[in-house]
């Protein structure tokens, strides 16, 4: 059996992560800093689905990876231990260097926690990288304008 990489529900990647006891603090409540790890698994795995890996980048000439620019969230509401989450990302832009994607963190119909990420294309060197026309390909059917 393979991992799950969530699924497409039109333009949205929708990816489930249950909260576990190492995602909590003392107090029982998700860690701050656990929000950007389902995150960054959310959009790895978005980006997976639309046929961007990491190994494809690294495969590049010259080698190629992204990291984060900037990374923005409001935390709306709290996660608990157990609880069934679902990380929504929505590609907004790519232009240049950078990729711009919205993401959402959901309990049933409650949002958690909202982000935007800005990542950059760079070389392993750390200088930016254009995005290629082959990634802007792969990227195009999926870009949309901002979660609703």
């Given at each position: 059996?393979?991992?799950?990489?969530?699924?497409?529900?039109?333009l949205d990647h929708?990816?489930?992560?249950?909260?576990?006891y190492e995602d909590?603090?003392?107090?029982?409540?998700?860690?701050?800093?656990?929000?950007?790890?389902?995150?960054?698994?959310?959009?790895?795995?978005?980006?997976?689905?639309?046929?961007?890996?990491?190994?494809?980048?690294?495969?590049?000439?010259?080698?190629?990876?992204?990291?984060?620019?900037?990374?923005?969230?409001?935390?709306?509401?709290?996660?608990?231990?157990?609880?069934?989450?679902?990380?929504?990302?929505?590609?907004?832009?790519?232009?240049?260097?950078?990729?711009?994607?919205?993401?959402?963190?959901?309990?049933?119909?409650?949002?958690?926690?909202?982000?935007?990420?800005?990542?950059?294309?760079?070389?392993?060197?750390?200088?930016?990288?254009?995005?290629?026309?082959?990634?802007?390909?792969?990227l195009k059917p999926?870009?949309?304008?901002?979660?609703?």
């Amino acid at each position: 059996m393979t991992p799950t990489s969530g699924a497409f529900d039109g333009l949205d990647h929708l990816y489930p992560v249950r909260v576990y006891y190492e995602d909590t603090d003392f107090s029982g409540y998700v860690y701050h800093a656990a929000y950007v790890k389902f995150f960054e698994r959310g959009r790895s795995e978005a980006l997976r689905l639309m046929g961007v890996s990491h190994s494809d980048l690294l495969a590049l000439d010259p080698p190629a990876a992204m990291v984060a620019r900037r990374l923005e969230i409001d935390y709306l509401r709290s996660a608990v231990i157990d609880d069934a989450l679902i990380v929504r990302s929505v590609m907004q832009s790519a232009r240049g260097a950078r990729l711009v994607i919205v993401q959402q963190i959901e309990r049933g119909d409650t949002i958690l926690a909202k982000a935007r990420l800005e990542i950059a294309l760079v070389t392993i060197g750390g200088g930016p990288r254009k995005i290629t026309p082959e990634l802007a390909e792969k990227l195009k059917p999926w870009l949309q304008s901002a979660l609703p």
